[in-house]
DNA sequence: CTGAAAGCGCTTACAG
DNA sequence: CTGAAAGCGCTTACAG
């Protein structure tokens, strides 16, 4: 049998409040009484029930997550995989508060940020935007005990305990692999389309893509990226005017959203199914896309999966329990006609 | 507030055992005090905290796991992801049993599954061969109330409640679509390498893939399936017999496993690099062959995910709650050299 | 057929 | 600085 409080109590010569203060590091306890109710907690291997004690402290974990707004289909998404998460809540005893910001706006975030009540909260979910502001925002909460997880980008070297996304140079590179691969001995031009090299996974994307075109892939030519801003009427507009420009474009990379007006623009020029395209995320448009043949195939990351280990991650880091690393390593899926779900 | 037992006791004016009598289904309560109790339960929205009962009960999940033996790679790694799993055991209230039995032996499966202890087994899941001898066995422990949950290869029209695996069909289909894109234009024969046309989830790869080939990649020839039984060895003389058979020999699809045969045959010959392979399953054997350029793409399936996946099946059906669907579907994960973790 | 009381493993006032 | 007792939400003998 596993050892309990009544156990060490016992073994120890002291009272169940007492295990109690030592194991919860509380202090008012004499220091010889810690010393010998730690060294029998230690002969005894004992381990904590969690469910128990959240049993005993009505535990509920009050946690955030801050999405950017706007018409971004994947962000769409992965706001309502925290609509999900709420229903689970209490089943998993959290109490979840989603806030949604202007998107590409460093100012908005860290305001947002800054407005948290701090008090008790178990941990705050993000998708990043590169900047000072941020970071400080971040530091602030890191300071005052808060965990801090990233989403879909990554803030590293800031003070987040976690990052809850896709390794995204992996994918660019991928995103490269199979677009050459596909494209073998056809010679051209490709074309990158992203929201905005200030978030860091489409900087990411994008470095891992040209390492390997020119690693691999010589006799296709990179263009220069297109920031469509992940809005389609932005993205069919800048789209429509390079493949207006450009001859013997035989290849697109679109790393960000914005798929909707991309696909628009191919078609008006009678382009689809013509070009190759490898794009991100599996939005309604992007899988109607794979099906008609438009997108050769779609590198995803899986929302639910997302939020669902950004709320293990958090609630782990809150309690300093350990996580089961496989489980929160977030896949870099690659969907082609064949495989959609 | 969330309601409780205590709720329930006061409003419906009986007793606390009473309560949870009407709860479980456990006889012995007067029909109308059940009626009485059930308007109440229903009239305050309860849920019951599994958490508590678990805690109260002592409860703990006694599951098995049948996993076939020998040197087949993958299913070693199920096992580990068994071993690893155990190890959580503690924390997830579960008692985990691992039989082995010989592969692609139907009498074998179904006397060890005859053999278990049926008492108070919350679960069994095992990887399935196809055989009315099975089917039997199955049926009789579902008959005795076990949840059966099947694993990699599944036994669809018996008895079974769930399977954990991915999609064979699509997996082959998507093997079919990237050999065929990696070829584009290079006609020529392509090989099939399985271990068993008598498990299923062979049997299903191979069926997607000539679906595709045969729809859409019209100038390659799909030569008779090798089966190497899963046996490095035999994988490596068939193939190698083929290879000296056959002229033009352009792509290989491995759907079972014996990579390690496979890649031997393909550079005792030369042919590492020159003919593109689509395996299964991301063995070390296999992660050196993408790293080296002799596999182009490898499909896997996550053993780590499909074994966590199957505990919570197993507990769920044991208990009788709901799952989150979206967590228990097993991806066809795609590996090229660029996105290996 | 029904209920009072104790208990699962932990935490929390409260009293001393 | 320490402990006795009650409680978290549920279940389980035991008695009637």
């Not at 990554?154 to 691969?181: E, F, K, M, Q, W």
């Not at 040209?210 to 263009?223: G, H, N, S, W």
């Amino acid at each position: 049998m596993r050892p309990t409080v009544h156990d060490i109590a016992e073994k120890a010569g002291v009272s169940l409040a007492t295990v109690d203060r030592v194991l919860n590091r509380r202090k008012g306890v004499r220091a010889e009484t810690v010393l010998r109710v730690e060294q029998v907690i230690a002969s005894l291997g004992y381990q904590r029930d969690l469910a128990a004690a959240n049993l005993a402290k009505s535990r509920v974990y009050p946690l955030v997550f801050v999405v950017p707004e706007g018409e971004n289909s994947f962000m769409r998404g992965l706001e309502m995989a925290v609509h999900e998460a709420r229903r689970r809540s209490s089943v998993e005893r959290t109490d979840i508060r989603l806030l949604t910001v202007p998107p590409f706006d460093e100012g908005a975030l860290a305001y947002a940020l800054d407005g948290l009540n701090i008090e008790g909260l178990a941990g705050v979910a993000l998708v990043a935007t590169e900047s000072p502001a941020v970071r400080r925002s971040v530091a602030r909460l890191a300071d005052a005990g808060v965990p801090i997880v990233t989403l879909v980008s990554d803030l590293p070297s800031a003070r987040r305990r976690h990052y809850v996304g896709i390794d995204n140079v992996a994918a660019g590179r991928t995103a490269a692999s199979l677009l050459g691969r596909f494209l073998s001995h056809r010679p051209g031009k490709v074309a990158v389309l992203a929201g905005s090299m200030l978030v860091r996974d489409h900087v990411e994307r994008r470095l891992g893509f040209d390492q390997v075109m020119r690693a691999e892939f010589t006799d296709l030519e990179v263009l220069p990226v297109i920031e469509g801003r992940d809005e389609a009427e932005t993205a069919e507009r800048l789209v429509g005017e390079m493949l207006d420009r450009e001859r013997d474009v035989v290849g697109i990379y679109s790393l960000g959203a914005g798929n909707r007006g991309l696909i628009s623009a191919l078609k008006a020029r009678g382009l689809n199914g013509k070009i190759e395209v490898v794009a991100h995320e599996l939005t309604d448009h992007a899988r109607q896309a794979l099906a008609d043949g438009v997108f050769a195939a779609v590198i995803n990351q899986d929302a639910g999966h997302e939020v669902r280990s950004a709320i293990r991650v958090m609630k782990a880091l809150a309690d300093g329990v350990d996580l089961v690393d496989g489980q929160e390593r977030i896949r870099i899926d690659i969907f082609l006609r064949d495989n959609l779900p």
